[in-house]
């Protein structure tokens, strides 16, 4: 009789870390002999990757990691993880809280899953993995990536900015770069599989190479990375206004591969509350950089993150928002309600802003920024643009991929055949809020 193959099954919650992370823990799965399956009620071992950026985040995994009390009840030899940041943040706490589940990994144990879940199956003894000081920073061995063509680069862990609403900082750690030549071969395996387009992560990208005492070293990697052959888009996030430089800026507009898309966070449009965030910059100080990024790259895409209702956001700060977004134009935008997370400084701060309050701010918020995307879209209509297929989209007969800037485009199949990653050059005709439609051109 053959012994039953192993499975497993990962569920990812949170930023593009996270599935980067996830990545690599289903890399390790699979040198373990693992397969991976949709649904965790037939896994052998499920691991739930975890995000607590938001309270909204973390009360959707309570609810997940709750479905899977059933299931250990049904089957005590499945092996229930939990890693990532709410893994870090509440540490054994969690396994009190959610007897169900065997092992809990911080964020610094992403590489070292693999032994400890051996270690847990030699003697079945779980526990929390929680420490924060063993500070890796290269990531060795195999992923198992989502996408057939585009591909998370992490160069950087963790973040030293403590911006006064974020927790990120205290579950991440402190900013750990990665090598230039690691992430060089990364890149260049990935190029030998058939990768494409190429993601370089990080919290505060712009810092890269600062924890070694370097300036600049984020505007260099990026022009090494754009000489590797066969890399077609590159692509990087997050950068934090106060650390973006002009030599970063240039570097987007010279480099052939670099994409013409800046993800800027602003967070808030008063000085004020931009100084209460901690976040190093002015409101001027934030739109003098939207013209330099303007300046040398006329046709740049910018998109940004927001913050509604930071304590102490009156109505007058929250219309210097409004007239940020305004005055920029961006592309697309993610807005957010103010979270309050506990450890962090703004949780303590007075006049906390009434929910109903913040849910106003983000409709208007939303209904301001949905016209500047519609007015985004409506002008790239009548250009051709080129797009990398990803795959067919939900109505028949229509395939979906995204442009250099990271536009959603539709087009219809007609007798052609497409595969993921593929490059086309689609005409566009329409344009809505979401995305463009058009005809490929050739
Ligand atoms: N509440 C709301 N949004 C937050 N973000 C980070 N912390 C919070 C919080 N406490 C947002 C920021 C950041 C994005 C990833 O998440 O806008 O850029
Ligand atoms: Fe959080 Fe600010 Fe660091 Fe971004 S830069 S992860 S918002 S502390």
Redesign the pocket.
């Known amino acids: 009789m053959t012994e039953k193959t192993k499975t497993y099954c990962l569920i990812n919650y949170g930023?593009q870390m996270n599935e980067s992370d996830t990545e690599h823990y289903a890399g390790q799965l699979e040198e373990m002999g693992y397969a991976p399956v949709d649904d965790f009620h037939i896994a052998d071992v499920i691991l739930v990757n975890t995000c607590c950026?938001?309270e909204s985040a973390e009360k959707k995994i309570a609810g997940k990691i709750g479905e899977l009390k059933a299931v250990k009840t049904k089957n005590s030899d499945v092996v229930i993880c939990v890693a990532g940041c709410m893994a870090q943040k509440d540490g054994e706490k969690l396994i009190k809280k959610h007897p169900q589940v065997d092992l809990l990994l911080g964020t610094a144990y992403v590489n070292d899953f693999k032994q400890v879940l051996q270690d847990y199956l030699a003697d079945r003894k779980g526990g929390a993995y929680t420490d924060l000081t063993i500070h890796q920073s290269e990531f060795e061995g195999r992923m198992v990536r989502q996408s057939p063509f585009a591909a998370w680069i992490p160069i950087m862990y963790g973040c030293n900015n403590f911006c006064t609403?974020?927790?990120?900082p205290y579950v991440r750690g402190r900013e750990r770069s990665r090598s230039v030549e690691n992430i060089v071969a990364e890149i260049e395996a990935a190029v030998r599989d058939g990768y494409k387009e190429f993601t370089l992560l990080g919290q505060n990208v712009n810092s890269y190479g600062k924890d070694w005492g370097e300036t600049d070293a984020f505007a260099r990697l990026l022009r090494r990375v754009d000489k590797i052959p066969g890399v077609e888009r590159i692509h990087y996030m997050?950068s934090h206004p106060r650390d973006m430089s002009e030599e970063v800026v240039k570097a987007v507009a010279e480099c052939e591969h670099i994409c013409e898309n800046f993800h800027v966070?602003f967070?808030a449009g008063s000085s004020e509350i931009l100084r209460r965030m901690n976040r190093g910059y002015s409101k001027e100080k934030y739109l003098a950089l939207i013209d330099l990024i303007r300046r040398y790259v006329p046709d740049a895409a910018i998109t940004t993150?927001?913050?509604v209702g930071f304590p102490g956001e009156t109505e007058e700060d929250f219309e210097e928002t409004l007239d940020v977004v305004r005055r920029v134009g961006f592309a697309s935008a993610?807005t957010?309600?103010?979270?309050?997370?506990s450890g962090?400084p703004a949780a303590k701060m007075e006049n906390q802003v009434p929910l109903p309050v913040k849910k106003e701010r983000l409709n208007r918020l939303m209904a301001l920024q949905n016209e500047n995307s519609l007015r985004y879209h409506q002008q790239l209509v009548g250009k051709t643009v080129e797009v990398l297929a990803e795959g067919p989209s939900r109505q028949a007969d229509v395939w979906a991929g995204r442009t250099r800037t990271g536009v959603l485009v539709l087009w219809p199949v007609e007798d052609k055949k497409y595969e993921a990653g593929q490059k086309v050059r689609v005409l566009l005709d329409a344009a809505q809020t979401w995305l463009v439609k058009g005809k490929a051109v050739d």
């Not at 609403?165 to 990120?168: D, E, F, L």
């Not at 957010?336 to 997370?341: A, E, T």
């Open positions: 930023c950026v938001r609403y974020c927790i990120v997050t966070p967070q993150d927001i913050i993610f957010f309600i103010y979270s309050k997370r962090t």
